[in-house]
């Protein structure tokens, strides 16, 4: 992978309708708010999601940490091409679903160490999402430490388990060992209608940089959503910027813009 870069990154350049568009959604596409069920979906985003996915020729996908079900409840009747659960669950632009099953009795386990965690300490919030498993402290970041530190311990007892530690905005999250966010742009660019073009990926967090790598693999653009450091090579300020910018694209094909 590529160095992470901490100095000051360019603005993507503008989009085009010969693309591959992938966009991770929270921080990216909504405002992150305090527990997952509380994000905000608008009319802009509603609309602008669909208008995208034609005017791209179905070379739009929403590539996420949260599960199929969760996106299709965020955006009900857009049945877009998705990866959830950074990767485990795929529905394809034919609308096939790809999954990748994690060990059962590892995550029961898991699933049991994160519940019980949660239990002794206020603000924690335990997210099962089916493969994958998360612990939210937004509501308890001075746990932020103690978390992390949990949660590494547990899993160096499962030498073994077939699992990886992928660290978010105040949470952790284990997930299969394999699949990322990287491994799912890369099946999709492996398939119509995003074969062959440009790819380009926007996200804002830790998990997004498995993304970008791939993006750069093969030749497209990376956008990092606010600061930080990142391998992106290009970089919005926040939602609203990443909206104005994929907004563009359908002005400047009303106008008669290539």
Do not use: N
Request: charged fraction near 25%; glycine fraction near 8%.
């Amino acid at each position: 992978m590529s160095r992470i870069a901490r100095s000051r990154t360019p603005a993507p350049p503008p989009l085009a309708a010969c693309d591959a568009l992938f966009l991770d959604i929270d921080g990216t596409l909504l405002e992150l708010a305090p527990t997952p069920t509380e994000v905000h979906v608008d009319a802009q985003i509603a609309s602008l999601l669909p208008a995208l996915h034609a005017v791209l020729g179905g070379a739009c996908a929403l590539v996420t940490g949260r599960s199929l079900t969760d996106v299709d409840s965020l955006f009900p009747g857009d049945r877009l091409p998705a990866a959830g659960q950074h990767g485990c669950e795929r529905r394809d632009a034919s609308g096939v679903l790809h999954l990748h099953a994690p060990d059962r009795r590892i995550l029961a386990r898991l699933r049991g160490l994160f519940t019980e965690f949660a239990a002794r300490h206020e603000g924690l919030l335990v997210e099962d999402k089916g493969a994958s498993l998360a612990l939210h402290y937004r509501q308890a970041p001075q746990l932020a430490s103690h978390v992390h530190r949990t949660i590494s311990a547990a899993l160096a007892e499962l030498p073994d388990a077939a699992v990886r530690l992928q660290p978010g905005k105040r949470l952790v999250e284990v997930r299969p060992d394999g699949r990322d966010k990287g491994t799912a742009i890369r099946d999709f660019l492996r398939e119509a209608p995003f074969a062959g073009r440009r790819p380009v990926f926007v996200g804002d967090d830790v998990g997004d940089e498995h993304g970008f790598a791939v993006i750069h693999r093969f030749g497209g653009v990376s956008v990092k959503v606010g600061p930080g450091p990142t391998r992106a090579h290009h970089r919005l300020p926040d939602v609203a910027s990443v909206r104005t910018w994929l907004a563009a694209l359908l002005h400047d094909r009303l106008r008669g813009t290539p």
